[in-house]
């Protein structure tokens, strides 16, 4: 496996339901990223991961929780989402400084999530 | 505060044609990154090109160049002879330095997407 890669590609889960999204990165990078993509609007920051902490969390709803075991693993787990929570989720990574990170990001193919 | 535009929400044109698409952009620093990425209709986003705000040579890369004015806050993304694989959404994006941004913050432009038709 090269770059980024996700699993499940796509996923249809119910409003009770609990499901786990999986980003693994094989380029060395430190510093991973969850994106939400939804219809007709920009790319939205939901997390941010440097050397395993959380640096960033940009006001996301806690039905999205999310985990890195380690540099090269990042999670989003799912619970009692919404509809309004369907979107294409991307994940990213790259190279960062502990503290800074201003390098490039190389994206995944995402999961496209339906919330029935 | 941090903003980018593009202005141009679809564009279509035919096969070789020469296409630009444009981006606006706001920020505070003087230190800053611009990016483009292409995402296909699978999905990804692929990396295109990274500048930093020290320099504003244009760069060309095959078919794809790039002008980047300051005195405008622009970035511009130009496509010589269009293919209908370049059909796709295009995304500007800009990223603050220093060590006020370490969260990594991308911030998207809404996307141009481009059709090209044989």
């Known amino acids: 496996e090269t770059g980024v890669t996700q699993t499940p590609r796509h996923l249809v889960m119910g409003m009770t339901n609990k499901k786990s999204l999986k980003c693994e990165q094989h380029l060395g990078h430190n510093a991973m990223y969850w994106y939400k993509q939804s219809a007709k609007k920009p790319l939205e920051l939901m997390f941010v991961y440097n050397f395993k902490e959380q640096t960033e969390n940009n006001s996301v709803p806690s039905r999205f929780s999310p985990e890195c075991p380690n540099s090269s693993h990042l999670f989003l787990h799912l619970h009692t989402l919404q509809p309004e929570d369907s979107a294409l989720y991307l994940c990213?990574?790259?190279?960062?400084?502990?503290?800074?990170?201003?390098?490039?990001?190389?994206f995944g193919p995402g999961t496209r999530l339906t919330v029935l | 505060a941090q903003k980018v535009t593009q202005a141009q929400t679809e564009i279509s044109v035919v096969e070789k044609e020469d296409v630009t698409l444009d981006c606006v952009y706001e920020t505070r620093d003087t230190t800053y990154y611009l990016f483009w990425y292409k995402q296909p209709p699978s999905g990804e986003l692929v990396f295109l090109i990274r500048r930093n705000s020290f320099d504003e040579q244009n760069e060309i890369s095959g078919r794809y160049s790039w002008n980047f004015q300051k005195s405008t806050s622009s970035f511009n993304f130009t496509i010589t002879a269009s293919q209908v694989v370049d059909s796709a959404v295009y995304f500007c994006a800009l990223s603050e330095a220093g060590i006020d941004n370490q969260g990594g913050k991308l911030i998207f432009g809404q996307g141009t997407e481009l059709s090209v038709k044989p």
């Open positions: 990213a990574s790259s190279f960062g400084l502990a503290g800074v990170i201003t390098d490039t990001q190389y």
